[in-house]
T-cell receptor
Framework: QKEVEQNSGPLSVPEGAIASLNCTYS??????FFWYRQYSGKSPELIMSIYSNGDKEDGRFTAQLNKASQYVSLLIRDSQPSDSATYLCAVNPNDMRFGAGTRLTVKP | KAGVTQTPRYLIKTRGQQVTLSCSPI?????VSWYQQTPGQGLQFLFE???????NKGNFPGRFSGRQFSNSRSEMNVSTLELGDSALYLC??????????FGPGTRLTVT
């Protein structure tokens, strides 16, 4: 079992729809969770961090954390073509562990 | 604030050589982490330095080493390069080690 697993992509949604990205992790001691966006040929960019169970909203992005289920998700509302990228889930029990990423395509 | 800078941006080396990569973190950040990114393995953690001390180390051979200077700048060294070391090497800086901000990376090609 991989330490951080993300739903296999690619994920394609129409413009204006909600994109849902999911991630599970194996280390129950993890306390910090992050979502990064990586455009092709670029380095990862931090878009959300979450530390407590529940939802955290930032603009069109909502991160959801459920430590009991070892599950973290990212919702992107009103998806735009500019959201097309690979989204990386990262978990930090001691050092940062990344999932393989989910490639999202938003079609106009 | 200026972002994380990495030099050089591109590098071509021959098997058996060694290479040193440099990273300058965001001003005020004392934590610097290094990652290797390849299409097959994704983003893998190499090591983290905080205030000149290695705080964490990933599962890489001893050919990979690093250090951090008193101004928080960090260097990563890879000795006896192998073809499999071809990758994008990313440096990330953080105030505490949690929310990390990546530099543009160094693309290393080993021939």
């Amino acid at each position: 079992q991989k330490e951080v697993e993300q739903n296999s992509g690619p994920l394609s949604v129409p413009e204006g729809a909600i994109a849902s990205l999911n991630c599970t992790y194996s280390d129950r001691g993890s306390q910090s969770f992050f979502w990064y966006r990586q455009y092709s040929g670029k380095s990862p960019e931090l878009i959300m961090s979450i530390y407590s169970n529940g939802d955290k909203e930032d603009g069109r992005f909502t991160a959801q954390l459920n430590k009991a289920s070892q599950y973290v998700s990212l919702l992107i509302r009103d998806s735009q073509p500019s959201d097309s990228a690979t989204y990386l889930c990262a978990v930090n029990p001691n050092d940062m562990r990344f999932g393989a990423g989910t490639r999202l395509t938003v079609k106009p | 604030k200026a972002g994380v800078t990495q030099t050089p941006r591109y590098l071509i080396k021959t098997r058996g050589q060694q290479v040193t990569l440099s990273c300058s973190p965001i001003s005020g950040h004392r934590s610097v982490s290094w990652y290797q990114q390849t299409p097959g393995q994704g983003l893998q953690f190499l090591f983290e330095y905080f205030s000149e001390t290695q705080r964490n180390k990933g599962n890489f051979p001893g050919r990979f080493s690093g250090r951090q200077f008193s101004n928080s700048r960090s260097e990563m060294n890879v000795s006896t390069l192998e073809l499999g070391d071809s990758a994008l090497y990313l440096c990330a800086s953080s105030e505490s080690g949690y929310e990390q901000y990546f530099g543009p990376g160094t693309r290393l090609t080993v021939t």
